[in-house]
């Protein structure tokens, strides 16, 4: 048997006393700082390791994201459509009851409901088309009001449709009357759309918020439909009488749906009122 050399020997006594160090804890601090930094190494070797892997998967995760995105805007826009057709519904159901309170007011009265079907494309007229004609019993000169108050007139009449003269229109004259004041007035529309008191008496006391109705009289209109309120007054300086201008009561811009008025016949008494200059018998 070959006997150690004497460097084998100094190794083999080194180790075993490093053995034995270890074994009795006088070589933990120094092995504790030797460690440290194969530690480090290996924390940031699979830090760097789990970084790559979630790299790798993230295409997956986004594109799943991706559709259950588009699925919840799928499912949003489907939602506002629903609400928009129920928003929808809610008004016309509030417009329809409004005017059958409006009915309700005025029972003396018998109504066709119509819907507005047409507008006028001209800036100097004001009129719009509805749904129901000389079939459904519709003459020229029956009165029509929206769920608020007093639209128009019957201007034009086929067999399916009928053409309203809108009180804005420039060649509307209706005869109203002010309240509280009770003092008559004509209301005459514009090529603007806006609604003016004429043949208001000076002596009048109008006040802005005075409700304007119909009077009944000159035989167009039955009496005490809502027009409107007085928004202004204006005295002119040496007029005979004094003006104001009217907030109408009807939404014309969104008018949709209005109730004709089938039982008044409007009486023409043009022929009865003398004019100037005209002989006597």
Sequence with gaps: MKRPTLPRLAIGLMMAGLV???????????????????????????????????YLAAPTDV????????????????LQTQLAILQQ??????????????????????????????R??????????????????????????????LAGQIDAVIPRASRVRLITDPASKVNVRIT?????????????????LQMVPLDAKVNVGDLVVTSGLGGQYPPNLLVGQVASTQRLAHALFQEASVQPATDFPNLKVVLVITNFRPVDITPLIPTPGAGGP
């Design 20 to 54: 034995l160090l270890a074994l009795g804890g006088y070589l933990t601090p120094w092995l504790g700082r030797a460690v440290q930094p194969v530690l480090r190494v290996q924390t940031a070797v699979v830090r760097y390791a789990r970084a790559v892997a979630d």
């Design 63 to 78: 594109e799943t994201l991706r559709r259950r995105n588009q699925e919840l805007e799928a499912q949003v826009a489907q």
């Design 89 to 118: 519904q809610v008004a016309e159901l509030e417009l329809y009851a409004a005017l059958l309170d409006l009915a309700r007011k005025h029972p003396e009265h018998e109504y066709k409901t119509a819907q507005v079907i047409g």
């Design 120 to 149: 006028d494309p001209s800036p100097f007229m004001h009129y719009v088309i509805i749904n129901v004609g000389s079939d459904d019993d519709i003459r020229p000169g029956m009165p029509v009001v929206s769920a608020q108050g």
């Design 180 to 196: 509280p004041a009770n003092v008559d007035a004509l209301l005459v529309g514009s090529v603007t759309g806006d609604l003016k």
